[in-house]
């Protein structure tokens, strides 16, 4: 808790006003240095209690924004709900909207993980496939309802919080890997064009977020129309991949792999074109 010495300890200045001057409506810590943090800002734990307490301020956090809204969620809020101080509170994320990127990043580890233990027996690529997004939207079920709330401001090409950006980078470095492992550990890999056996993980990456906007706004029970869009998008998505192996389209395959080298690696942040 805030009172004891080895939270104080860990605790990073935030400016001249010390950390419970630090200002909500700015959203900003000052100060902050550059080592020990993870990709856009989020502090890196060091120790079980750090992790931890990082951990409860995100579940906080999560929480107050799906009673609050995120708009009306300060970090002060949080800080309080969670029994920690301001200054812990920045300690660990510098900015509120860094507590969405820490949300993406479990999310996404968890996603990968229960999507590699379910496909783990299979080789059909189609179905790997779907296994994967089938997985993304049980995993993201429970954060439904809240989804909506932010996905205004992630829809901002500027922000921070859009899965494009820099600051989105460990989270969507990690699907694409998953998205890799789905295609490397099919039936179909080896029958593929190396080259676009490199290009396909961010493409299927794209599709993800394609899934993600109509699950955003599905308001069936269980997202039903979301989960029915998944099983006759996929298997289309896996027939057209397993035709491009074929001679008659290869300069099809061409023209495409072009485009998605040219204009959609480019626009994705700190996405390594190959």
């Known amino acids: ?43 890196q734990p060091k120790t079980d209690k750090s992790e931890a307490t990082r951990a409860l301020i995100l579940e906080t956090a999560m929480r107050l924004f799906q009673e609050r809204g995120y708009e009306k969620t300060t970090m002060r809020a949080i800080a309080t709900e969670a029994g920690v101080s301001v200054g812990s509170a920045y300690y660990y994320f510098s900015a509120k909207e860094f507590l969405i990127q820490g949300f993406y990043d479990r999310m996404t580890y968890e996603h990968a993980a229960d999507a590699e233990a379910r496909m783990a027996h299979t080789r059909d690529f189609a179905q790997r496939l779907q296994i994967a997004i089938d997985s993304w939207i049980d ?12 996905f205004r401001t992630a829809a901002d090409p500027s922000s921070s919080l859009s899965p494009f950006s820099n600051e989105s980078h460990p ?19 080896p029958k593929l064009d190396a080259e676009l056996v490199e290009l396909l993980p961010d493409v299927l990456w794209l599709h993800l977020m394609v899934v993600v906007l109509y699950w955003v706004f599905d ?32 300069p099809l395959v061409r023209d495409a792999k072009g485009l998605i080298q040219d204009f959609v690696l480019p626009s994705i942040g700190k996405s390594i074109v190959r």
């Not at 009172?3 to 001057?21: I, K, M, T």
């Open 1 to 43: 808790m805030s009172g004891n010495g080895q939270e104080q300890a860990q605790q990073r200045p935030v400016g001249s006003g010390g950390a419970e001057g630090a200002s909500d409506s700015d959203g900003q810590a000052a100060g902050l240095p550059a080592s020990g943090e993870l990709a856009g800002g989020r502090a």
């Open 139 to 150: 995993t993201a079920a429970p954060y439904h309802e809240f989804s909506a709330q932010f």
């Open 219 to 250: 308001r069936t029970p269980d997202t039903e129309r979301t989960r029915e869009f998944v099983r006759r998008s996929t298997p289309l998505v896996a027939r057209l991949i397993n035709l491009s192996r074929y001679r008659v389209f290869r």
């Open 171 to 189: 989270a969507r470095a990690t699907a694409v890997e998953l998205f890799r492992e789905v295609l490397q550990g099919s039936d179909l890999a």
